[in-house]
């Protein structure tokens, strides 16, 4: 084949790619592409494109909307609702029915101040959040623009009341989150994964949950997916867990569709794709089945 449009379940590694003599350009229908081994596209000068900026509305909307369920308990809620647990009570409204934490006042600690991290930090301001943010580059033109400050990892883990990871899954940022960092956070802090599950060292995470190091958590995103049902992370009633839908909304996945087609239509032109991960490629390989 010439082109791939890939997922990110597709595993592209390397092996593939020195089989696949005519492929020029990989198109990923996502903004993450840890998929794909794109150092060796490169050498091989294989296109790489992703689909940024579309997306980041969604992910970020799902982010907020994983984190008020955790700090509320709206899963937990609906099922007592749900499985008659409430009804067999019979009390009605109670002073001390399903206490959850508010937001206001709280500090947020961002984990990758990108595209979605930003977004998120300015949807925290609605709720009178402090937000703390911690990246590989310092960014002090979004601290001044969105009213963040910059934290090293470990130092936002101990003052964060609640975590949101968006960095990419790379080599640096696998088990970001391990054993070590997870004691440096409060017993009273939630953390919320809608990036990649591989950022955190999951055992380590059930580990926490079990022992009380942290209060709750919320993940869109998993180690291995789908998550078996079995896993021991399934079994906290302070976690919510969801099927990676973080950029699965109708407008999002629509233009997502139109930026893989527009990246290979470019490509076919002989034009740079708009949306290049490996702009050394280009040095390899100039644009175009030609
Ligand atoms: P982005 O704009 O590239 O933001 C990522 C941020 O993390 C950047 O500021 C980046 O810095 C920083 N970073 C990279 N490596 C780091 C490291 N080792 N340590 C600290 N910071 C690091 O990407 P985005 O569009 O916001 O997307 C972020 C991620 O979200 C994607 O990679 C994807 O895995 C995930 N995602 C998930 C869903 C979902 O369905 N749940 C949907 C969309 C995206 P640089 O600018 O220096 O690279
Ligand atoms: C989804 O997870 C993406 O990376 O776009
Ligand atoms: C709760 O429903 C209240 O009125 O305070």
């Known amino acids: 084949m010439d082109a791939l449009a890939t997922l990110l379940t597709d595993k592209i590694d390397c092996n593939l790619l020195q089989q696949a003599k005519k492929l020029r350009i990989i198109a990923q229908y996502a903004v993450g592409y840890d998929n794909i081994d794109v150092e060796c596209a490169t050498r091989l000068g294989i296109y790489v494109t992703n689909t940024p900026g579309v997306l980041t509305e969604a992910t970020a909307e799902l982010t907020w909307a994983l984190l008020m369920a955790v700090a509320r308990r709206i899963v937990e809620a609906d099922h007592f609702v749900r499985w008659g647990e409430w ?41 009178g959040m402090k937000v703390i943010y911690y990246d590989r580059n310092r960014r002090e033109d979004l601290e001044k623009k969105l009213g963040v400050e910059y934290r090293d990892l470990d130092t936002l883990l101990q003052e964060a009341d609640i975590v949101t990871i968006h960095v990419p899954l790379t080599k640096e940022t696998y088990h970001m989150i391990n054993e070590e960092r997870l004691k440096k956070m409060k ?101 175009g089945f030609g």
Do not use: C, Q
Not at 92 to 109: D, I, R, Y
Not at 117 to 126: D, F, T, W, Y
């Open 187 to 287: 017993r009273s802090a939630l953390l919320i994964n809608t990036a990649r599950g591989a950022v955190i060292d999951t055992e380590a995470l059930a580990k926490a949950l079990r022992e009380g190091w942290i209060a709750g958590a919320g993940l869109d995103v998993h180690e291995s997916e789908p998550l078996d049902p079995n896993h021991p992370i399934t079994a906290f009633k302070n976690v919510v867990l969801l099927p990676h839908i973080g950029s699965a909304t109708y407008e999002t996945r629509h233009r997502m569709a139109e930026l893989v087609a527009e990246n290979l239509i470019a490509f076919y032109k002989g034009e740079i794709p708009p949306t290049l991960v490996n702009k050394d490629v280009v040095k390899v390989r100039k644009p």
């Open 87 to 127: 009804w067999r009570l019979r009390t009605g409204w109670h002073p001390k029915m399903m206490l959850g934490v508010e937001l206001k006042g709280k500090t947020l600690g961002i984990i990758g101040l990108g595209r979605i991290g930003s977004r998120v930090a300015e949807i925290a301001k609605a709720f």
